[in-house]
């Protein structure tokens, strides 16, 4: 739609006196404004920069335009938040080294959601579509003395899936998700599911897979592997789903 055609932006001039710098084109909307995004150019300062993509965003709220807006909390790869696309491919902001980027580099939110403001994505129906498949320890018979015992084999079957840290990378690459993304969970949401099937404690299989069992919640999956292979963490969604439709299959036969 052309209102929501990027336009160019504004070019911020490089720090007096910067021997070391790196140009950086960042996706910038403000939908209260009522203007198209735009791309703004920055020139970050690396003598003056720790060496990731966060923590040029950083100094650039800090030292520049302090109206830039993207999500971050823990700056280790755990929590998730930073998540965005970066020269193309989706990952975290905080474990994407700048030298590992074009120039100029090029930062735009997470694609297939509404942006609430510059890098940041409105995330409320993707978490919705977690809710549905009930992320939590679900059981029948009585709760033990102390806690639910698993052996070593049965815990490391979640090895690879309990991992995920919910950034929506995969969710966000998934082509699947951009057509279908009502009612397909997508890759991430999936993972989850898989994981809590594959959880030995956890005693409502069949009724989660009923839940799953579904032409678009489960099935829009083609297995195009965009998920796998954006990832930040290594972990293997595409998989996770095959998982999913094999039980379904066993359980019918």
Sequence with gaps: MPDSRIRPGRTWPAPAGATKTKAFDIYRYDPDSGDNPRLDRFHVDL???????????????????????????????????????????????????????????????????????????????????????????????PEPEKERLQSVEERSRIDGYYECILCFCCTSGCPSHWWNGDR???????????????????????????????????????????????????????KAIAEIKKMIIERES
């Excluded at 069992?213 to 099935?219: A, V």
């Design 47 to 141: 003598n003056d920069c720790g060496p990731m993509v966060l923590d040029a965003l950083i100094w650039i709220k800090n030292k520049v335009d302090s109206t830039l807006t993207f999500r971050r909390s823990c700056r280790e790869g755990v929590c998730g938040s930073c998540s965005m696309n970066m020269d193309g491919t989706n990952w975290l902001a905080c474990t994407r080294f700048i030298s590992d980027m074009a120039t100029p580099a090029t930062i735009y939110p997470l694609a297939n959601m509404r942006i609430i403001k510059d890098l940041v994505p409105d995330q409320t129906h993707i978490f919705a579509q977690y809710a549905v498949i009930e992320p939590w320890l679900r059981s029948k018979t």
């Design 184 to 238: 397909f969970l997508g890759p991430a949401v999936l993972l989850q599911a898989w994981r809590w099937l594959n959880d030995s404690r956890d005693e409502a299989k069949e009724e989660r897979l009923d839940n799953l069992e579904d032409p678009f919640r489960l099935y829009r999956c083609h297995t195009i592997l965009n998920c796998t292979r954006t990832c930040p963490k290594g972990l293997n969604p595409g």
